[in-house]
Structures are given as structure tokens and as C-alpha cells.
């Protein structure tokens, strides 16, 4: 019997991450067809419209009942806008593992919300589930990905050579596939010990304060 994880929401001081909604469908798409989204992911390029509200209205929620893991739409608490994403995958339900992976609007980076909503999914994924491991993959010149791996506490594991293809600009502004390296990181609960924490709401977890 396949393993879920809970339809839920999660809440931060600063953000709420959700299930996608068929309102998230604008800002996903102008989101998603960002250029440092296209060069670093393996989503389609051109990121349409369609492609958006496939994801928000079917393929997220898919990921869950598949017992995949689990998307989550990251929205600010205040203004309710989207501001990311946060997926839950190759979940392996034995060895109580999952791979994380996220993605940022460019308005919104900077502000630490990839870090705050990484920390908050393995704070739940820890105490609420007794996941003991997650992992997490950058590309080898992705370093704004690196610093999020790092600002969580996640340890480098090392290399896997070749293993990724990412995408860089030609000089007729189109899109080339490049094979490059991808560097393996990993977060354990003991690698969180020590940090203060403090009840949130929605689903009562505690999470570490985050400055």
C-alpha cells in the first residue's frame, strides 16, 4: 500500500504554504517562465498558460495522492501573494527520505523565503512524519541554490559528475542544453537540534525562528 502525506497547509511567521489553486495560474506562469527558472529547471520552455494550470488544478495534487510527496504553493502571509513553490518528491516511504526542490518568483527573491519554506516542510516532514533524511540537488553553478542548501543546514554530500542538463543563452537569444554537474546535500533532524522553536499554527508543528 502506497504511503500520502495529509492534504494540509503549513504556516510560518511569514508565509502559509498550501495547496495550488486554480488563482495561483497567473503568477505560476509569469513565474515559471523566468529565465533563472528555465536555465536551472527542467520544466518546458516556453512555460504557457496551460502548462500553469495543468500543474495548479491536476499535476501538484497528483504528486500527493501518488505518494510522490507532496507541491505546495508558498504565498506571503500578509498580502496572500504567491511567492514560490516547494516540492516534496521521490519520496521513499521505507527509508523515510524525500528529495526537496523549490523555486522562487524573481520579485520575491532575497528575502530568505526559499530558505524559511525548505526549513518549515523538514521541520513537519521530521516531527510529524519521522522522516529521517532530506535531500536536496544544485546544479554546479547554481550558488543562489547552494546558499539556500547552506542557510538551512544542509551538509554536502558530494558530487554526482554529469548528471544534470541546464540551459544557457545562445548569442541568437535562444535556449542550449548544457550537461553539468549536480552537487548532493542532505538535511537530518539531528542537523536541526539546538535551534529554537515555536509553535505555528495550521497544523500545530513547531519550526525554528527565522531572522
Not at 528529495?99 to 530558505?115: D, F, I, K, L, M
Not at 518549515?120 to 547554481?142: C, I, S
Amino acid at each position: 500500500m502506497t504511503s500520502t502525506f495529509p492534504d494540509i497547509s503549513i504556516s510560518t511567521e511569514r508565509l502559509v504554504l498550501r495547496p495550488f489553486e486554480e488563482a495561483d495560474v497567473p503568477a505560476l506562469a509569469e513565474m515559471m517562465g523566468d529565465e533563472l527558472v528555465t536555465a536551472w529547471s527542467s520544466l518546458p520552455h516556453p512555460y504557457t498558460t496551460e502548462d500553469a494550470r495543468a500543474w495548479a488544478t491536476g499535476q501538484a495534487a497528483a504528486v500527493r495522492t501518488a505518494g510522490r510527496g507532496i507541491a505546495l504553493a508558498v504565498t506571503e502571509f500578509l498580502t496572500q501573494r504567491l511567492v514560490g513553490t516547494v516540492h516534496l518528491d521521490h519520496t521513499d516511504w521505507r527509508v523515510r527520505s524525500a528529495e526537496v526542490g523549490y523555486v522562487t518568483a524573481p520579485w520575491a527573491r532575497g528575502e530568505g523565503y526559499a530558505s524559511e519554506s525548505v526549513l518549515a516542510v523538514a521541520q513537519w516532514l521530521f516531527q510529524n512524519h519521522g522522516f529521517e533524511r532530506v535531500e536536496l540537488r544544485t546544479p554546479a553553478d547554481n550558488t543562489a541554490s547552494q546558499q539556500v542548501a547552506q542557510k538551512v543546514g544542509c551538509i554536502s554530500e558530494g558530487v554526482l559528475r554529469n548528471a544534470w542538463i541546464a540551459r544557457s543563452r545562445t548569442e541568437d537569444g535562444g535556449w542550449t542544453d548544457i550537461r553539468t554537474d549536480l552537487i548532493v546535500w542532505s538535511l537530518l533532524p539531528e542537523d536541526l537540534d539546538g535551534l529554537p522553536a515555536r509553535m505555528a499554527d495550521a497544523n500545530g508543528f513547531a519550526y525554528p525562528e527565522w531572522n
